[in-house]
């Protein structure tokens, strides 16, 4: 390849959505370089789901921004209710409740010390996270930011990966030269289609909304809220034999984003056949302006056969697309990059071995499997609505008929609470993970059941004076030993030193966090799994460490 310059770094990152952006940070974090590069020069101004996770909300307050990300979301008393409407200015078929940011934050602040949700999902537009995202990683020294740069091409060799990147406005070419080239680039990626890895799976079922193409509309309605009769949402839906559309609260102004339908793959957004659309689900004339459309398809249930090749791996969308239903997606991409950062940064550092990488995929790939499953079955959901023909008319019949609706969408909570998605993945398989004989709590995407079990998250533990367990965790492995534990942890210090692993012994003294973790010592990976737990430390303390850092 012929660059007109040459630099290194450690890790190239091919794509500066929301997954870069937060691998960037998180190697950061762990004192690993990159350099992230990405087609188009900032964020682009439209807005698409906002379900900032309880998972990922945890990443982020571990890389220090979730605070400030929070301040950015819907106001503090804006309600998160889901409604279900015939149309937007007529009948309302089902509410479904969600607490506003500030009851979140009161009931974090009354939480027992077993409390499992430190940080609540989030309601932030993707656009708007993505903006603070662009702006903090601008600050990070490790992070050499091009945007409005796109990657061309990439090699692999036995030393290292030799990247070609070009200055879209300019032309100007570069040569990045890498260990590690990582394809954050979507579902069209050049990282992905380079390594010739397909992906498995297809669409959901039979098409219909929210099951093909979709056409995503940023609208402004001014006085919004005066012209909708009802009670304050975050997202409406409307049902009726005519239309459906999704209206979604961008920042609980009149900024609104709304979701309908596109007849055929290949059509380009209409702005009249989407007013007539817009106008049909507010059920009444109404003023509004547009300011973008995109179109995009919903419905695809699709995991990469492999997350990567040699020194170039995948992750966030290049490696899985979901329907949104759930709004799993994005954070399930999230989630990939902070299990591959702290494996990158082992291997660069010297303490991950060589089985590290490759347990990426052996723990991510099922994961991703098994939520674009959770997704696909909340689609099915919405297309089963019953939509009798006479739900829009002010007659029995019409009563009838949206009580039927209403009890149909009213079983719906799930979706947008779905904590056994969110927190309850696991990697009982991995060849990283300890694990006891202990079986772990069945896995429900509805329901979280904290386990110490090897192979899940780390349960999480309110600490006097409430402060997070999370907030005592180390930037690479912790130790936790409970208070009534006598065991001696040198031997353990003493073998993470000697391997260079960092490790981080934090003393825990609450019964109901013993009871919880049902041993009286827990070794926590980076990315907050329980690695292995026991009541004294193993007689071979270093060939614990090497299996848990990759052999
Ligand atoms: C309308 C819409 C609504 C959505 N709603 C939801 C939702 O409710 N919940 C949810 O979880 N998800 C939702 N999603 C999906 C979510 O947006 C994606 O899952 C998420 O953006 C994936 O992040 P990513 O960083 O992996 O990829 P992307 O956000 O796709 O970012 C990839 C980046 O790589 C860049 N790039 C591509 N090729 C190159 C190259 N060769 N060189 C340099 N840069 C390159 C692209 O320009 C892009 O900026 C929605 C998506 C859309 C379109």
């Known amino acids: 390849m012929n660059g007109n310059s040459e630099i290194s770094v450690p890790v190239i990152i091919a794509g500066g959505g929301p997954v870069g952006m937060t691998l960037a940070m998180a190697l950061h974090a762990h004192g690993v370089r990159c350099l992230i590069v990405n087609t188009e020069t900032g964020v682009r101004r439209h807005p698409k789901g906002a379900t900032q996770n309880a998972r990922t909300m945890e990443h982020y307050r571990r890389l220090?921004?979730?605070?400030?990300?929070?301040?950015?979301?819907?106001?503090a008393d804006y309600p998160t209710d889901v409604g279900y409407f015939t149309r937007l200015t007529s009948y309302e078929l089902a509410r479904?409740?969600?607490?506003?940011?500030?009851?979140?934050?009161?009931?974090?602040?009354?939480?027992?010390?077993?409390?499992?949700?430190?940080e609540p999902l989030l309601r932030l537009n993707q656009m708007h996270c993505e903006q603070y995202l662009f702006d903090h990683i601008r600050t990070l020294p490790g992070v050499t930011v091009r945007f409005g740069w796109q990657c061309l091409d990439f090699a692999d060799g036995p030393d290292g990966v030799s990247a070609e990147i070009e200055e879209i406005s300019s032309g100007?070419?570069?040569?990045?030269?890498?260990?590690?080239?990582?394809?954050?680039?979507?579902?069209?990626?050049?990282?992905?289609?380079?390594?010739?890895i397909k992906y498995d799976g297809g669409p959901t079922g039979p098409a219909g909304y929210l099951n093909g193409p979709m056409v995503a509309t940023y609208v402004r309605v001014p006085d919004f809220f005066k012209r909708v009769p009802h009670k304050k949402c975050w997202q409406y839906w409307m049902i009726n034999r005519e239309v459906r559309g999704m209206v979604m609260v961008v920042d609980g102004s009149d900024e609104l984003s709304f979701g309908t339908t596109l007849r055929n793959p290949d059509d380009k957004p209409d702005p009249a056949v989407i007013a007539r659309q817009f106008r049909a689900c507010f059920g009444q004339d109404v003023e509004f302006k547009f300011h973008d459309h995109i179109p995009w398809t919903a419905g695809h249930a699709l995991v990469a056969e492999k997350f990567g090749a040699g020194r170039a791996i995948l992750c966030g969308d290049s490696a899985h697309l979901f329907t949104p239903t759930g709004g799993f997606g994005l954070n399930t991409g999230i989630d990939d990059a902070v299990n591959l950062a702290w494996k990158l940064a082992a291997i660069l550092q010297g303490w991950g071995g060589p089985n590290l990488l490759a347990s990426y995929e052996i723990e991510r790939r099922p994961i991703a499997k098994r939520n674009t499953g959770a997704s696909q079955d909340f689609v099915r959901g919405i297309g089963a609505t019953p939509i009798g023909e006479a739900i829009?008319?002010?007659?029995?019949?019409?009563?009838?008929?949206?009580?039927?609706?209403?009890?149909?969408?009213?079983?719906?909570?799930?979706?947008?609470?779905?904590?056994?998605?969110?927190?309850?993945?696991?990697?009982?398989?991995?060849?990283?993970?300890?694990?006891?004989?202990?079986?772990?709590?069945?896995?429900?995407?509805?329901?979280?059941?904290?386990?110490?079990?090897?192979?899940?998250?780390?349960?999480?533990?309110?600490?006097?004076?409430?402060?997070?367990?999370?907030?005592?965790?180390?930037?690479?492995?912790?130790l936790i030993r409970f208070a009534n534990s006598n065991s001696d942890t040198r031997q353990m210090e003493e073998a993470a030193r000697a391997r260079g692993m960092p490790l981080t012994t934090v003393n825990v003294d609450l019964d109901a966090g013993r009871e919880l973790y049902g041993r009286d010592l827990a070794l926590i990976r980076p990315d907050h799994y329980v690695a292995w737990r026991g009541d004294r430390l193993p007689d071979d303390c270093a060939s614990l460490i090497a299996r848990v850092t990759g052999g």
């Open 64 to 75: 220090g921004i979730s605070a400030k990300l929070r301040a950015l979301g819907l106001p």
């Open 96 to 118: 479904l409740p969600f607490p506003s940011e500030r009851e979140k934050m009161q009931a974090i602040a009354e939480a027992g010390p077993t409390d499992q949700v430190p």
């Open 172 to 196: 100007r070419r570069e040569t990045v030269r890498a260990a590690y080239i990582v394809g954050c680039d979507g579902g069209r990626g050049v990282v992905r289609r380079k390594l010739g």
């Open 392 to 478: 829009d008319e002010n007659s029995e019949a019409g009563e009838r008929a949206r009580r039927e609706a209403g009890a149909f969408l009213s079983t719906f909570t799930e979706e947008f609470a779905s904590l056994g998605v969110q927190l309850g993945a696991r990697c009982d398989d991995s060849p990283i993970i300890a694990g006891d004989d202990t079986a772990a709590p069945p896995d429900d995407p509805h329901v979280y059941t904290p386990s110490a079990v090897p192979g899940g998250r780390a349960p999480h533990l309110w600490l006097k004076g409430h402060v997070s367990l999370y907030d005592r965790l180390g930037r690479g492995f912790t």
